[in-house]
């Protein structure tokens, strides 16, 4: 059983919560969905109606303004009923938002939080291997030996292809 959190979050009603979202809505599911390689969007649209993809975001820049702790219990019930499906929420709210939360200004908070943290917005990462960086770099000289970084962004929308910007910095 997990206790209140000492800022007077109740992980316990937060818990019970995703859990039976996720008992109704993601694990009846799950082998399916691996068994046909297909992204859970509907699943992924009651999460985001639930606040998970901005679990520590301030309100103010559209997330449930909670905690790490309540981040912690929250991916664990989703682990529990689909680990893939934890791993979509985990990485848009940790690297994504945390990141843009530690690092971004204003205005970029403003700009990418916001549909971020309401899952008008998938945030994504990608791991380039040394290989691909020299190739890159190879073709896209301006860039020179700066490392580059390649971010995804993709709109939770019914097509898979429709506005998915990709950009190389």
């Not at 985001?48 to 520590?56: M, R």
């Not at 549909?115 to 860039?143: I, K, N, Y």
Request: charged share 15%; aromatic share 6%.
């Amino acid at each position: 059983m997990v206790k209140q959190a000492e800022s007077g979050i109740d992980l316990e009603m937060i818990r019970e919560a995703v859990a039976a979202y996720v008992a109704k809505e993601i694990t009846p599911f799950a082998a399916q969905w691996d068994r046909e390689a297909s992204f859970p969007a509907q699943a992924l649209k009651g999460l985001a109606e639930l606040g998970c993809f901005g679990i520590a975001v301030p309100d103010h820049l559209g997330g449930a303004g909670l905690n790490y702790q309540a981040l912690a219990v929250i991916l664990e019930e989703i682990a529990a009923g689909d680990g893939a499906t934890s791993t979509i929420i985990s990485v848009n709210n940790c690297p994504v938002c945390s990141i843009l939360l530690a690092w971004g200004n204003p205005e970029q908070q403003s700009q990418w939080l916001k549909p971020l943290a309401s899952g008008a917005m998938l945030g994504l990462f990608a791991s380039l291997s040394r290989m691909l960086v020299r190739m890159l770099q190879r073709f896209v000289p301006e860039h020179g030996a700066r490392v580059i970084t390649m971010c995804l962004m993709a709109s939770n929308n019914s097509s898979p292809q429709a506005n998915m910007p990709m950009s190389l910095l």
